[in-house]
Nanobody, 129 residues
Framework: QVQLVESGGGLVQAGGSLRLSCAASGRTLSRYTMGWFRQAPGKEREFVAAISRRGYRTYYADSVKGRSTISRDNAKNMVYLQVNSLKPEDTAVYYC??????????????????????WGQGTQVTVSS
């Protein structure tokens, strides 16, 4: 099992940037595909970004593509999500997730919420206009 703890959320003005962090413990991070998801009030949880075990493949939702970067440091058991040019519609609770079984080359499974077995508690991101 792996335990995940997110941090780095907060209140930021539109146009600003945030770097979210996800600290993993319990198992070696390199065993897991890692993803970031978010859930806005009254909406379903949605995919934001994902990264393969060694970091060679990354995937992004269209809503954040071009202004976000997901990265990982397996030696430090950390995963990051940098989001730039923040918009009010980015306001949500952001969750880190991990899964040991998603094949590195299966892009559909990276984006599927039900594929991920382990979740953090989330960090709130609020973007003011």
């Amino acid at each position: 099992q792996v335990q995940l703890v997110e941090s780095g959320g907060g209140l930021v003005q539109a146009g600003g940037s945030l770097r979210l962090s996800c600290a993993a413990s319990g198992r070696t991070l390199s065993r897991y595909t890692m993803g970031w998801f978010r859930q806005a009030p009254g909406k379903e949880r949605e995919f934001v970004a994902a990264i393969s075990r060694r970091g060679y493949r990354t995937y992004y939702a269209d809503s954040v593509k071009g202004r976000s970067t997901i990265s990982r440091d397996n030696a430090k058991n950390m995963v990051y999500l940098q989001v730039n040019s923040l918009k009010p519609e980015d306001t949500a609770v952001y969750y880190c997730a991990a899964d040991p079984d998603i094949p590195d080359t299966n892009s559909d499974r990276y984006q599927a919420i039900q594929e991920y077995d382990y979740w953090g508690q989330g960090t709130q991101v609020t973007v003011s206009s």
